[in-house]
């Protein structure tokens, strides 16, 4: 199952939604365990919005760890600014968060 597409107008929304959030997802010094990946699933089951902090010294680090995060747990990545992102999934049966239509 792929990551759904997300219009500029359902970012700008999760973005918004995600701002007063604080992170719940501390990918450290060990990188991307088999434990990371579960607990980023479960919560994106709870929450389906969530951030993660990555604590990886340099940019390429942090992105390729991002990039295969978001692989492994079949979400997608609404922003990440400096060592936090934002990823995103809908709940399987009945999404609780209501995105905007893409239309304008």
Known sequence: MAAMALTEKQLRFLRGKAHALRPVVMLGNKGLTDNVVAETRQALRDHELIKVRVRAADRAGRDAAL??????????????????????????????????????
């Open 67 to 104: 990039v295969e995060l978001v692989a492994r747990t079949d979400c997608s990545l609404v922003t990440r600014i400096g060592h936090v992102a934002v990823l995103y999934r809908a709940a399987a049966p009945m999404p609780k968060l209501v995105l905007p239509d893409a239309q304008v």
